[in-house]
T-cell receptor
Framework: KQEVTQIPAALSVPEGENLVLNCSFT??????LQWFRQDPGKGLTSLLL?????REQTSGRLNASLDKSSGRSTLYIAASQPGDSATYLC??????????FGKGTHLIIQP | GAVVSQHPSRVICKSGTSVKIECRSL??????MFWYRQFPKQSLMLMAT?????????EQGVEKDKFLINHASLTLSTLTVTSAHPEDSSFYIC?????????????FGEGSRLTVL
């Protein structure tokens, strides 16, 4: 059974810093991996989707990488802003099933 | 991007009553939708896979008679929590994938917060 782990569980950094969020998964036979953002009490916003054949995806200040063989993905946030404060979730998908989520990284960007 | 709408966003009910949550794909058709549950400070857990025109597939530990899922059309799936109890209080989120293919991105609803008194 797939298990997804996110490190760190919480992170607080000053505005402007570049940061990396880590995600690991136990079963490397994934279909794709998706990064989400969740604001308190809200639903999920999809940030980046990486197919199993891809190694990275970029959107604006966000870059996500995927290393299937080692079961790892990272989300890189450049020049962080207070508006980036949220919980970031990664989720792995194995086939036609729904996603397996990590517990998330709670990110606070200090103004 | 594609839009998935959930209703209601918040619901408070008395113990023993039933609550229905709707999940609609507004600008695409989805043969498959997924229902998740999130308890405070926990990750989202897949509850069931909703298949249009057929029975839902439930994850281990999820009571199918308590969480009734109906996927009557390609744009609507409903989750009914029957005889709700305080331990059912949670954040329920649905997701859907456009089309019938398996490699598309999943889009999520805004979630429905259920509080059972």
């Amino acid at each position: 059974k797939q298990e997804v782990t996110q490190i760190p569980a919480a992170l607080s950094v000053p505005e402007g810093e570049n940061l990396v969020l880590n995600c690991s998964f136990t079963d490397s036979a994934i279909y794709n991996l998706q990064w989400f953002r969740q604001d308190p009490g809200k639903g999920l916003t999809s940030l980046l989707l990486i197919q199993s054949s891809q190694r990275e995806q970029t959107s604006g200040r966000l870059n996500a990488s995927l290393d299937k063989s080692s079961g790892r993905s990272t989300l890189y946030i450049a020049a962080s802003q207070p508006g980036d404060s949220a919980t970031y979730l990664c989720a792995a998908r194995g086939g036609a099933d729904g996603l397996t989520f990590g517990k998330g990284t709670h990110l606070i960007i200090q103004p | 991007g594609a839009v998935v709408s959930q209703h209601p966003s918040r619901v408070i009910c008395k113990s023993g009553t039933s609550v229905k949550i709707e999940c609609r794909s507004l600008d695409f058709q989805a043969t498959t939708m997924f229902w998740y549950r999130q308890f405070p400070k926990q990750s989202l857990m897949l509850m069931a896979t909703s298949n249009e025109g057929s029975k839902a597939t439930y994850e281990q530990g999820v009571e199918k008679d308590k969480f009734l899922i109906n996927h009557a059309s390609l744009t609507l799936s409903t989750l009914t929590v029957t005889s709700a109890h305080p331990e059912d209080s949670s954040f329920y989120i649905c997701s859907a994938r456009p089309g019938t293919g398996g490699d598309g991105e999943l889009f999520f609803g805004e979630g429905s917060r259920l509080t059972v008194l």
